[in-house]
């Protein structure tokens, strides 16, 4: 069985707030051949562990890592990397992606009003401009 992982199954195989729901997210993640994680999964897991379960940076990027590290599981490496070192140094995940993918489809410049993101993109290597 190949499946695509939605937000929700993440979260209650990492947060385990609700016993039968991990039980059963734990199942289906180790029983699939394959589990794919799209972008936006990973983006929104962010946000719901960050926001709503107000977990740490440490703790997150270790479920991300945890489950990069998983044999079965697929997703864009590269754009989840950028994603991790964005937030280990303090901004959003997402901005991180945003970023890593905009380079990716061929722009040449990160564009933002959020002058966090110009602040932590731009010493990464990133060209990055705050519209202001």
Do not use: H
């Amino acid at each position: 069985m190949k499946i695509t992982a939605d937000t929700n199954l993440l979260i209650r195989a990492a947060v385990q707030d609700d016993v039968r729901q991990a039980r059963l997210a734990a199942k289906v993640l180790q029983e699939a051949d394959l589990v794919a994680v799209p972008i936006p999964v990973l983006c929104e897991f962010v946000w719901v562990l960050r926001r709503g379960y107000k977990r740490s940076v440490p703790n997150i990027s270790d479920a991300i890592q945890r489950l990069m590290n998983g044999v079965n599981v697929v997703m864009n490496r590269p754009a989840v990397e950028a994603g991790l070192s964005v937030l280990a140094a303090g901004g959003d995940f997402a901005d991180g992606i945003i970023a890593y993918e905009g380079d990716w489809l061929g722009a040449e410049e990160f564009v933002s009003f959020d002058s966090k993101a110009i602040s932590i993109l731009q010493p990464q290597g990133t060209r990055a401009r705050l519209l202001s």
